[in-house]
DNA sequence: GGAGCGCTGTACCGTATGTTACGTATTTTG
DNA sequence: CAAAATACGTAACATACGGTACAGCGCTCC
């Protein structure tokens, strides 16, 4: 079974003439840089000329010039959304049938924090942080806990935090308490709703800061959201793991308390004075 | 020092308006591939227009889009010629605060699963997944949500799933319905909650199998449950993590699923024609 | 050694792509 | 609340890119 092109050339690049050859090693050499760039600077690069790397390709099976780079993309951006979790995590001591899914789920916390900037995360604790008006929260399916749990932490250090829960008339009512003040946090992850993307919709039309949790395809809420925290999601399991956005979210929880304290907020002093 | 576009652009992501913005997101989300495409693919991606996006390039910088692309290329290359450097983020790129949140989170899910044999997830799984009596689940004041989480789970793969909110008299109340072959899954870590305590207890006399998700200095529930899973769940925060237990459930949640489809589970058939 | 075939490069073409100008909408500021 | 500034998209534009026709060259095989 041939699954790369680095692969599918290897297998043909015997029944090449010298030109498509010296095109194919070029490629090979610096696998798979040259074949992203230009027709002119592959055919320079492998010392032919541009119709020869066109040959080349189409004898690869490929009907053009941007279906190949197309391919070679998507093989470049499955290389890296598996970033060889082998050789990264230590060769696992239990051999057994966890170590997958904690495996894949540690890879996605790391891979969604690399895509996640300190400036950012501190740009959305500050925002929920500057009590100007009220915090919203409300989730999907499955990420509604997520919502709760925010909702949850986020109610105790601060007023006026409130999770969206039960029907869809029920939170749609609130919109009328929302406007340019607050802020609307939401979880949509795969499969999206359309219930919550209306939502959105409707409160970014009232002005409300948008701040997003969503899966690396981006709930279309994006295109509403201030802000949006893109978790990668994949495990080996028949479910979409949230584990990634659970982590984010607290450690969301700890910038905004951190913050909350910093500004010597009455609250929290009042609050440390009733334990 | 800023060394990779990704960094570049969570620098300036503040400061830009809201289209430019959304590019930035949509590229982050699947970075880099996105920005090795078309501009119209790009644009059409991140919902805005190709203007936008050239603006965009040009906001971080570049001269021209080529230009932008080739600087993705090269920064692909670094990383595809040495894929140590993508291994080792350890000497945390971000030197700001989210990083030793998140290294605390990894290493308590690493030490979680340490002391966590395959064995006695399998057991729990297994038992789950028996469909002799009901499942209920519960949690306290900040765990709740998990509790939620693997209801709203487990109740789409399997019936008499439920999950006990509400004031303390609500759940009280079911305990009628307990009995030995029934499995109660409870939420607990620090502050214990004495009335989850007492509720574990009757429930333990009526010869409920419990299962207590808490944190490694054990609830005190710990001393009526069947299984005991202890989460670590110290971080940098003024809260408590409670990440290490939502792996931990997550893991739970897809060892039940995959045990029910090897029963060949006529209401996961059922389920996927409905579909 | 000559005829035939196949490979390669030059030159040209059509088009898809990046780019720019401008008008409208939106936000910000006084 | 008005006016200025900024941001965004539509549409027209220029270029450079991929694609193709064709001619020359070398190679192979009679």
Redesign the interface.
């Known amino acids: 079974m041939i699954s790369s092109i680095a692969e599918l050339i290897a297998d043909r690049i015997g029944t090449m003439p010298a030109g498509e050859r010296r095109a194919a090693q070029t490629l090979i050499a610096?696998y798979p840089?040259i074949g992203?760039?230009t027709v002119a600077e592959f055919s320079a690069a492998a010392g032919v000329s541009s119709p020869t790397i066109l040959r080349f390709v189409a004898r690869l099976g490929f009907q053009n010039y941007p279906e190949f780079q197309s391919s070679l993309?998507d093989e470049?951006?499955a290389q890296?959304q598996s970033?060889?979790i082998r050789?990264?995590n230590p060769p696992s001591?239990?051999g057994?049938?966890?170590s997958p899914?904690?495996e894949a789920?540690?890879e996605n916390?790391?891979e969604t924090?690399?895509?996640?900037?300190?400036?950012?995360?501190?740009?959305i604790a500050a925002r929920l942080a500057e009590r100007r008006g009220k915090t919203f929260l409300i989730g999907g399916?499955?990420t509604?806990?997520?919502a709760?749990?925010m909702a949850?932490?986020l109610a105790v250090i601060q007023p006026d935090v409130f999770h969206l829960a039960g029907q869809e008339s029920m939170w749609r009512d609130r919109l009328i308490d929302m406007g340019k003040r607050d802020v609307l946090v939401i979880f949509d992850i795969r499969r999206y709703q359309d219930s919550l993307v209306r939502f959105a919709e409707k409160a970014h039309q009232r002005g409300v800061h948008i701040v997003l949790f969503t899966d690396?395809?981006?709930s279309p809420i994006?295109?509403f959201?201030?802000h949006?925290i893109?978790g990668r999601t994949a495990?080996?399991?028949?479910?979409d793991?949230?584990?990634a956005l659970?982590?984010v979210a607290?450690?969301l929880?700890?910038?905004v308390?951190?913050q909350l304290?910093a500004d010597g907020a009455r609250r929290i002093r009042e609050m440390e004075g009733l334990r």
Chains 1, 2 share one sequence.
């Open positions: 610096s840089m992203l760039k993309q470049l951006a890296l970033p060889a050789t990264l001591p239990n057994g049938t966890v899914m904690l789920t540690l916390m790391r924090f690399r895509h996640l900037s300190d400036r950012q995360l501190a740009d399916r499955f509604d806990p997520l709760r749990y949850a932490h690396q395809w981006l994006a295109r959201a201030r949006v893109a495990v080996p399991s028949a479910w793991s949230s584990a659970f982590v607290e450690t929880i700890g910038a308390t951190r304290e």
